[in-house]
T-cell receptor, first 113, second 113 residues
Framework: DAGITQSPRHKVTETGTPVTLRCHQTENHRYMYWYRQDPGHGLRLIHYSYGVKDTDKGEVSDGYSVSRSKTEDFLLTLESATSSQTSVYFC????????????FGPGTRLTVT | GENVEQHPSTLSVQEGDSAVIKCTYSDSASNYFPWYKQELGKGPQLIIDIRSNVGEKKDQRIAVTLNKTAKHFSLHITETQPEDSAVYFCAAGAGAGSYQLTFGKGTKLSVIP
């Protein structure tokens, strides 16, 4: 257990509404990541953070923003949710055992209707 | 950017037989290659990884091989058991800077009792 929790675990929302997903870690790791998982696409990186207030874009960042005001929390926001953002979202942290290993949280299933 | 291809997308084996999953990558700068196992409704779990200074690594029934010249790496599971049934993902990373991982699209392994 890498000490990662995600909330909420399930959410249904309507098109056009804002949504924020939370990732919380208890191990004080510097690097945190947000991925989305869709059938036929595997895991794709949305955004990542390398420290408090330090974030950068990943492969599929359009329509998403992130914030990290504390080491332990990494927030993913969908400013105006669309049906194409229906997905399972995973948070990951890096550096538990070695500098390059990534460990994943349990995921959030988001449905946009 | 990096591109990771994974084959096959589905694999069925009889209990006790071996299973092999293969991945190729495109970026010669990649030097970290993890494998993840994902059970239904859970986050991906790191099961084994290999770095570019090693050609093979083994952990009980699981082994990974790496051919840097050909840019491919493989996961081998021997003496398969029903609990090995899951989706397996390979990934490649540059092991420096942001340590971003690029994932393959996954292989659904079914072990038939």
């Amino acid at each position: 257990d890498a000490g990662i929790t995600q909330s909420p675990r399930h959410k249904v929302t309507e098109t056009g509404t804002p949504v924020t997903l939370r990732c919380h870690q208890t191990e004080n790791h510097r690097y945190m990541y947000w991925y989305r998982q869709d059938p036929g696409h595997g895991l794709r990186l949305i955004h990542y953070s390398y420290g408090v207030k330090d974030t950068d874009k990943g492969e599929v960042s359009d329509g998403y923003s992130v914030s990290r005001s504390k080491t332990e929390d990494f927030l993913l926001t969908l400013e105006s949710a669309t049906s194409s953002q229906t997905s399972v979202y995973f948070c990951a942290i890096r550096g538990v055992q070695t500098v390059d290993e990534q460990y994943f949280g349990p995921g959030t299933r988001l449905t946009v209707t | 950017g990096e591109n990771v291809e994974q084959h096959p997308s589905t694999l069925s084996v009889q209990e006790g037989d071996s299973a092999v999953i293969k991945c190729t990558y495109s970026d010669s700068a990649s030097n970290y290659f993890p494998w993840y196992k994902q059970e239904l409704g859970k986050g991906p779990q790191l099961i084994i990884d290999i770095r570019s200074n090693v050609g093979e690594k083994k952990d009980q029934r699981i082994a990974v091989t790496l051919n840097k010249t050909a840019k491919h790496f493989s996961l081998h599971i021997t003496e398969t058991q029903p609990e090995d049934s899951a989706v397996y993902f390979c990934a490649a990373g540059a092991g420096a800077g942001s340590y971003q991982l690029t994932f393959g699209k996954g292989t659904k392994l079914s072990v038939i009792p």
